[in-house]
Each structure stands twice: as C-alpha cells, then as structure tokens.
C-alpha cells in the first residue's frame, strides 16, 4: 500500500462532526434504541439506528428489528 492510498482510507475512515451530533442527539421516543455509524466506500456516513423489539414505531411500520 502506498502513500496515497493510506492517505484515502484514513480520510474515508474520518466521522463527519455533524453526523456523530447527529447520532448522540438521536433518541427514539418509544425505545431504548442504539445508534450506530458507518462509513461506506464512497465516504458517505450513515446513521443505522436499533430499536428494541417491542418499540410501537417499529412495529408500526411492519419492523421486527
């Protein structure tokens, strides 16, 4: 592995500021949810959230987990 390509994955391993607010912020109103963020290859970040079981949001729109 070269220069640049350590260099690239340092940068696609770096959390946005905004998203990691984002994601402490982020509290379900049903549930004990947990949160958890991911970077993928093109460097965009997402937000994966995990509701409990019984949470009535989830439920409501036809989730199990």
Known sequence: MNR?????LAKAARLDARAVDAAKA?????????????VDEH???HLHVFHDDT?????SRGGTK
């Open 55 to 59: 949470c009535p949001w989830l439920t």
């Open 26 to 38: 982020y509290q379900c109103p049903d549930c004990a949810s947990s949160t958890r963020l991911q």
């Open 4 to 8: 640049r390509e350590r260099r690239a």
């Open 43 to 45: 460097g965009v970040t």
